[in-house]
């Protein structure tokens, strides 16, 4: 298992949007409003990736799982973080955020930062795990509660 970059020579953007699918199906029902990476499609993914640095977790040529950074003035903003249902708890994940944490570090950027949905609270109790703590809850546009919790890690 290792972590390479989503670069120009990356072709498999068909397969990697069918592993966000498929991570993200969870929250299908369980949140409001439904996850963004219903409207992904694979020329939007190339698009995201030649924007932001982006890496995917591979097993020979077995797809694990991506995430996708994007360098801001204080941090580096962690989104779409997939891991492959198959292979949750196995480290996958933390092997991503391992790769974004070397990016922000080569950045110079002090911390990660990300959002995830106030109602998966097993995904905030796993970014707790890794070292994430709350900063904020913030509402999607058109909603008067909060439908996100923002966090981050400063990394040492």
């Not at 299908?28 to 932001?52: M, Q, V």
């Not at 973080?81 to 994940?93: D, E, F, I, N, T």
């Not at 809850?137 to 909060?146: E, I, K, L, S, V």
């Amino acid at each position: 298992m290792e972590t390479v970059r989503i670069d120009e020579g990356f072709d498999r953007y068909e397969e990697l949007l069918s592993l966000i699918r498929a991570s993200f199906a969870y929250m299908d029902g369980r949140i409001d409003p439904p996850s963004s990476a219903h409207a992904l499609t694979a020329a939007s993914l190339n698009r995201k990736a030649r924007d932001e640095i982006a890496f995917a977790a591979v097993a020979g040529r077995e797809l694990l799982g991506c995430i996708f950074c994007k360098p801001e003035a204080d941090c580096l903003y962690i989104g779409k973080l997939a891991v492959a249902p198959g292979r949750q708890g196995k480290g996958v994940g933390r092997m991503l955020i391992a790769a974004a944490e070397e990016t922000a570090r080569d950045l110079g950027l002090p911390a990660l930062r990300l959002q995830t949905r106030i109602e998966l609270a097993g995904n905030q109790a796993t970014f707790a795990a890794w070292g994430f703590v709350e900063t904020a809850r913030t509402a999607h546009p058109g909603f008067t509660r909060p439908t996100s919790v923002e966090m981050r890690k400063v990394l040492s």
